[in-house]
């Protein structure tokens, strides 16, 4: 299998939902690297530079498995009463 390289910017809070960008997919990991240089001077970016983040991966893989549920409650970061997702199997 081939591996790819998947480039996210993942900012968390305490008090919202986190920002999770997706940024690209790139066949090479210098290729991430580079684009995470030229979006560090970016407006948000710049004031968080260490939010990038480069996964690598194989295509093909199947990830998540387990299917999931809603439910209304609530949820993490506090955002009460309103529906949201979790995982199946808990």
Do not use: C, N
């Amino acid at each position: 299998m081939d591996t790819v390289f998947d480039l996210w910017f993942i900012r968390e809070y305490d008090y919202r939902e986190d920002t999770e960008l997706h940024i690209g997919i790139y066949a090479l990991e210098d290729d991430a690297l580079a684009v995470v240089d030229a979006l560090r001077g970016e407006p948000g970016f710049s004031d968080y530079p260490d939010g990038f983040t480069i996964i690598s991966t194989q295509l093909g893989m199947t990830g998540w498995q387990d299917g999931f549920v809603t439910t209304i409650g609530p949820p993490p970061k506090d955002a009460a009463g309103k529906a949201f997702d979790l995982p199946a199997f808990l």
